[in-house]
Nanobody, 111 residues
Framework: QVQVVESGGGVVQAGESLKLSCVASIAPFDISAIAWYRQTPGKERELVATIGGGAGIRYADSVKGRFTISRENVKSTAYLRMTNLQPDDTAVYYC?????WGQGTQVTVSS
């Protein structure tokens, strides 16, 4: 059973940056697709960015130019670098890898 664990969330002020990490319990050099989602109370989970799986890299329009998704295959780890964070980015961020969801990591951006 694959396990996925996110980390790196926190409380920041508008304009600051955070880098989220997602570690999966899978063999190194996995090339399957990885996705970052986010969710706020009362709303559906929103796709933020994807990488791999033959589809390249894609971003939601709301984060283009501010967020960067990457992966380090040898460590079975994915990242989401978030810059110029805004209050609307406040959410629980989830990693999705090989059909498995992590528990999420909270990002809170104050104005």
């Amino acid at each position: 059973q694959v396990q996925v664990v996110e980390s790196g969330g926190g409380v920041v002020q508008a304009g600051e940056s955070l880098k989220l990490s997602c570690v999966a319990s899978i063999a190194p050099f996995d090339i399957s697709a990885i996705a970052w989602y986010r969710q706020t109370p009362g709303k559906e989970r929103e796709l933020v960015a994807t990488i791999g799986g033959g589809a390249g890299i894609r971003y939601a329009d709301s984060v283009k130019g501010r967020f960067t998704i990457s992966r380090e295959n040898v460590k079975s780890t994915a990242y989401l670098r978030m810059t110029n964070l805004q209050p609307d980015d406040t959410a629980v961020y989830y990693c999705h890898w090989r059909g498995v969801w992590g528990q999420g990591t909270q990002v809170t951006v104050s104005s």
